[in-house]
């Protein structure tokens, strides 16, 4: 059983579109993180959001993380060919845990 | 600076044979993940380490896989005997030890079991 569900599992677009991805869970998480993988590569962090109701900007990609720290959403504005990969969200319960709890995935394809 | 180094790259072997996944993590780094990646069933946690110590070993699926951290630079994943289900994109990711740092991975190793 999936503790993180994302969806849309997959998604194609055309450049300079909108989107939104989610990630929902039953379970409070005490921070989140989001990564990007691309083919071949391992994923790469890009960014933690740990307060509930937190809202962070990186460029065109807004994160949102849920007021009751169990879910979350990356919206991403006028996409580029460039932000075509995985998408995965990543979950920490806290305490003296270190282990992640990763998503499905969301694959983003962005048509030029 | 250098990042995670796994290797091989790719491995592709005949069933019933043993397979050694090597990972060097990050210089510093306090805790090191192995992961294993399917399309069916994503990234899935195999076990992690902290200063080289097992911590959590519950997602190891049975006796046939082990990980060894014989020191702070060098971990060791085996499958012994190997199956074709176990072919997968084995991640190797190190973060420090404080709360929320991101982990970092390695481009991982392409297994093939045949």
């Known amino acids: 059983t999936q503790l993180l569900e994302q969806s849309p599992q997959f998604l194609s677009i055309q450049e300079g579109e909108n989107l939104t991805v989610y990630c929902n869970s039953s379970?409070?998480?005490?921070?989140l993180q989001w990564y990007r993988q691309e083919p071949g590569e391992g994923p790469v962090l890009l960014v933690t959001?740990?307060?509930?109701?937190e809202v962070k900007k990186l460029k065109r990609l807004t994160f949102q993380f849920g007021d009751a720290r169990k879910d979350s959403s990356l919206h991403i504005t006028a996409a580029q060919p460039g932000d075509t990969g995985l998408y995965l969200c990543?979950?920490?319960?806290?305490?003296?845990?270190?282990?992640?709890?990763f998503g499905s995935g969301t694959q983003l394809t962005v048509l030029p | 600076d250098a990042g995670v180094i796994q290797s091989p790259r790719h491995e592709v072997t005949e069933m019933g044979q043993e397979v050694t996944l090597r990972c060097k993590p990050i210089?510093?780094?306090?805790?090191l993940f192995w992961y294993r990646q399917t399309m069916m069933r994503g990234l899935e946690l195999l076990i992690y380490?902290?200063?080289?110590?097992?911590?959590?070993d519950s997602g190891m699926p049975e006796d046939r896989f082990s990980a060894k951290m014989p020191n702070a630079s060098f971990s060791t994943l085996k499958i012994q005997p190997s199956e074709p289900r176990d072919s997968a994109v084995y991640f190797c990711?190190?973060?420090?030890?404080?709360?929320?740092?991101?982990?970092?991975f390695g481009d991982g190793t392409r297994l093939s079991i045949l």
């Open positions: 959001v740990v307060t509930g109701g």
């Open positions: 210089s510093g780094h306090d805790y």
């Open positions: 379970s409070v998480f005490s921070s």
């Open positions: 380490f902290n200063n080289n110590v097992p911590i959590d």
């Open positions: 990543a979950g920490n319960i806290g305490g003296s845990a270190r282990q992640l709890t």
């Open positions: 990711a190190s973060s420090l030890r404080f709360f929320n740092q991101p982990q970092h």
